[in-house]
């Protein structure tokens, strides 16, 4: 998935969805874990998807501190992109404390565990997924 796959209307529904508390991934028949908007399982192109519930927690499988970042992010630098893996789904966002500030990457561990949260984007106030350590 790429990140021009986030940014749609599907997306956003389902951001509402993580807000409050009912974040959701979907499931082809094979197990296989993908996102909103998507309609295809993106590992065996299956089109029957049901929506699954989003565990509370993840773990960080791989992250990374960005330093320069592109235009709409450029006031955060630095801060963490991470990918937690969720067990059928796996997801990226920026790494936060509770209270919203972004960590560095000292803060961060792989396997550490985190809950998704929905935050906003310093620069343009666009919402993002964001991850939070438990
Ligand atoms: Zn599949």
Redesign the pocket.
Known sequence: MTDADYHDEGYDDWLDAVEDGDGFYLE?????GSLPPRRV??????TDLAEAPLPDAGEVATFTEIAVAPPSFEDETPYVTAVVDFGPVRLTGQVRDADGAELVGDDVAVGMTVAPAVGETQTTGERVLVFEPR
């Open positions: 082809c028949e094979n197990g296989h399982c993106p590992d065996c192109g299956a």
